[in-house]
């Protein structure tokens, strides 16, 4: 099961989270959901997840604001934002400052939430490889240093 | 110029005059006298010239100067004129833009069960190919049974085993029930807000006013309080016996009783008691609604009537209730007081005139 990727859901309206997930399990995903975002950024911080899609209105704390500490813990994550209608502005800011990935408007198409949820999964998975390249290629290159010093 | 150096009298030159100057003495005292009363009156005269030519002047100015506070007291009436038209220019677009508030937030407030409703509606379509499969099965296992045809049935376990088709019906069973649930809850919950909303417009008859008696719609309203509010708290009434019938729209009066009712069961703990009375007051009645609940803090006091403000979690509370129940109440030339203190609870006053006299 941990092989699975992992994706954070989080809304103040549970009928929301319990469609969206029962929306996901096409994807074969491990999903975890969370209608308080303090909650949410605890579950966060306890796994690895791939992706994270956030409501933007929530009564605690707005969702750009969610994904921006989210960010601020472990940037890996792609991050979604869910919007209703008349926050749009606030998902056009978020992904021009970068905090968000994708946006996604309330109420969504099922097809296209599959899509861009597997799309963030590949964003993600790209991005991890990425880095393993870029870890091998630097460790090897200061390999490499260090043998040439020794040269 | 001697004979003019007269005390009293201002130097004037009498060579003006054409008066002789060089006097015989006999008759000096006589021309004198006369010289000195032509004098006296040529002065005298000037003076008064003088005096008109001045009240001429400050007349002048004083109708020049009444002129301008007239056309400054006109300028003011104009300016306060404009100011009305502003006034009522800025009344109409704040009314416009709470409008505009309005139809965002109820798009938003809509936008969330239909967007729960729409994706379970599109997951309950998908779910039409496996429950045909499931019904398709059946039937042929049935036939199956009942001709006693075992390579058939045996090729039908098989097909299941192999297609996995256990799984998939098991996915089936436990979402489509789960799907439609909620979906109904979504539903409802549109309902709900679009109910709310019928208080803002006058789509339904607003001005339908007939006499109707306020205990009664008190009595009749208590009854679609929710179950487990009336059997967890105490209500008392105390309703006037005498109460005259009100002229008013009861069905809508009946939504404020409702509003007003369900925050005060919305407000108070287990151990809270509602109070409810209605009296005379003059040309009014009034009903009171007590609560021994939590109370409403006094820096949202002020906020309780907006449209969308609520204290309740998201998805429970329209946040419309009071603002719709201020509305009516209004528009029944009435109004609704409120009175509270955190931890001791709060009491809503509705004030109804008996008669709609005032109105249009």
């Given at each position: 099961?941990?092989?699975?990727?992992?994706?954070l859901l989080v809304d103040?309206?549970?009928?929301?989270?319990?469609?969206?997930?029962?929306?996901?399990?096409?994807?074969?995903?491990?999903?975890?959901?969370s209608?308080?975002p303090?909650?949410a950024?605890?579950?966060?911080?306890?796994?690895?997840?791939?992706?994270?899609?956030s409501d933007?209105?929530?009564?605690?704390?707005?969702?750009?604001?969610f994904?921006?500490?989210?960010?601020?813990?472990?940037?890996?994550?792609?991050?979604?934002?869910?919007?209703?209608?008349?926050?749009?502005?606030?998902?056009?800011?978020?992904?021009?400052?970068?905090?968000?990935?994708?946006?996604?408007?309330?109420?969504?198409?099922?097809?296209?939430?599959?899509?861009?949820?597997?799309?963030?999964?590949?964003?993600?998975?790209?991005?991890?490889?990425?880095?393993?390249?870029?870890?091998?290629?630097?460790?090897?290159?200061?390999?490499?240093?260090?043998?040439?010093?020794?040269? | 110029?001697?004979?003019?150096?007269?005390?009293?009298?201002?130097?004037?030159?009498?060579?003006?005059?054409?008066?002789?100057?060089?006097?015989?003495?006999?008759?000096?005292?006589?021309?004198?006298?006369?010289?000195?009363?032509?004098?006296?009156?040529?002065?005298?005269?000037?003076?008064?010239?003088?005096?008109?030519?001045?009240?001429?002047?400050?007349?002048?100015?004083?109708?020049?100067?009444?002129?301008?506070?007239?056309?400054?007291?006109?300028?003011?009436?104009?300016?306060?004129?404009?100011?009305?038209?502003?006034?009522?220019?800025?009344?109409?677009?704040?009314?416009?833009?709470?409008?505009?508030?309005?139809?965002?937030?109820?798009?938003?407030?809509?936008?969330?069960?239909?967007?729960?409703?729409?994706?379970?509606?599109?997951?309950?379509?998908?779910?039409?190919?496996?429950?045909?499969?499931?019904?398709?099965?059946?039937?042929?296992?049935?036939?199956?049974?009942?001709?006693?045809?075992?390579?058939?049935?045996?090729?039908?376990?098989?097909?299941?085993?192999?297609?996995?088709?256990?799984?998939?019906?098991?996915?089936?069973?436990?979402?489509?029930?789960?799907?439609?649930?909620?979906?109904?809850?979504?539903?409802?919950?549109?309902?709900?807000?679009?109910?709310?909303?019928?208080?803002?417009?006058?789509?339904?008859?607003?001005?339908?006013?007939?006499?109707?008696?306020?205990?009664?719609?008190?009595?009749?309203?208590?009854?679609?309080?929710?179950?487990?509010?009336?059997?967890?708290?105490?209500?008392?009434?105390?309703?006037?016996?005498?109460?005259?019938?009100?002229?008013?729209?009861?069905?809508?009066?009946?939504?404020?009783?409702?509003?007003?009712?369900?925050?005060?069961?919305?407000?108070?703990?287990?151990?809270?008691?509602?109070?409810?009375?209605?009296?005379?007051?003059?040309?009014?009645?009034?009903?009171?609604?007590?609560?021994?609940?939590?109370?409403?803090?006094?820096?949202?006091?002020?906020?309780?009537?907006?449209?969308?403000?609520?204290?309740?979690?998201?998805?429970?509370?329209?946040?419309?209730?009071?603002?719709?129940?201020?509305?009516?109440?209004?528009?029944?030339?009435?109004?609704?007081?409120?009175?509270?203190?955190?931890?001791?609870?709060?009491?809503?006053?509705?004030?109804?005139?008996?008669?709609?006299?005032?109105?249009?």
């Open positions: 099961m941990s092989d699975k990727h992992k994706i103040d309206e549970l009928n929301i989270l319990k469609a969206c997930t029962r929306l996901l399990r096409k994807l074969d995903v491990e999903v975890f959901q209608t308080v303090n909650e950024l605890e579950i966060f911080q306890s796994h690895d997840f791939s992706v994270v899609i933007q209105r929530m009564p605690s704390m707005e969702g750009t604001e994904l921006t500490r989210i960010r601020e813990i472990n940037d890996d994550p792609v991050r979604i934002l869910l919007t209703g209608y008349a926050d749009t502005q606030a998902a056009i800011d978020a992904i021009n400052r970068g905090s968000v990935y994708r946006y996604l408007s309330k109420p969504w198409d099922n097809k296209e939430v599959i899509q861009i949820v597997a799309d963030s999964i590949a964003e993600y998975e790209a991005n991890r490889q990425r880095k393993n390249v870029k870890k091998v290629y630097e460790s090897a290159w200061v390999q490499r240093s260090a043998f040439g010093g020794l040269m | 110029m001697e004979n003019c150096s007269h005390s009293n009298v201002p130097q004037i030159d009498p060579s003006d005059h054409g008066v002789p100057i060089e006097l015989d003495q006999d008759q000096a005292t006589s021309e004198e006298r006369i010289f000195n009363f032509q004098k006296k009156i040529d002065l005298l005269t000037r003076v008064a010239l003088r005096e008109k030519t001045a009240r001429l002047a400050s007349e002048k100015i004083l109708e020049a100067k009444s002129r301008n506070l007239y056309e400054a007291n006109q300028k003011l009436e104009n300016q306060f004129n404009e100011l009305q038209e502003t006034q009522l220019k800025l009344a109409q677009t704040e009314k416009m833009a709470s409008i505009g508030h309005l139809a965002a937030g109820v798009a938003h407030e809509i936008n969330n069960p239909i967007g729960y409703v729409n994706s379970n509606v599109q997951l309950l379509q998908e779910m039409v190919d496996p429950v045909n499969r499931a019904v398709n099965l059946t039937k042929e296992l049935v036939a199956a049974v009942q001709s006693d045809d075992k390579t058939r049935l045996r090729k039908l376990v098989k097909d299941f085993e192999t297609q996995k088709l256990a799984e998939e019906f098991d996915y089936v069973c436990q979402d489509f029930g789960e799907a439609v649930s909620e979906s109904r809850d979504g539903l409802d919950r549109v309902a709900e807000i679009v109910r709310d909303l019928k208080g803002f417009t006058r789509l339904d008859g607003t001005n339908d006013f007939q006499p109707a008696d306020l205990n009664e719609c008190i009595e009749t309203t208590i009854k679609f309080c929710p179950a487990e509010m009336l059997l967890r708290n105490v209500h008392h009434l105390d309703l006037h016996e005498d109460l005259p019938a009100i002229e008013c729209n009861s069905r809508q009066i009946n939504q404020v009783i409702l509003n007003l009712l369900l925050n005060a069961f919305y407000a108070v703990d287990e151990s809270g008691e509602i109070f409810v009375s209605t009296s005379i007051v003059g040309e009014k009645v009034h009903a009171t609604f007590r609560d021994t609940g939590r109370g409403i803090a006094p820096d949202i006091i002020s906020q309780i009537f907006d449209p969308f403000f609520t204290t309740k979690p998201v998805g429970s509370g329209t946040g419309l209730g009071l603002s719709v129940s201020y509305q009516i109440v209004k528009n029944h030339l009435g109004e609704i007081q409120v009175v509270s203190e955190v931890g001791k609870g709060t009491t809503f006053t509705l004030v109804l005139p008996i008669r709609q006299l005032n109105r249009e």
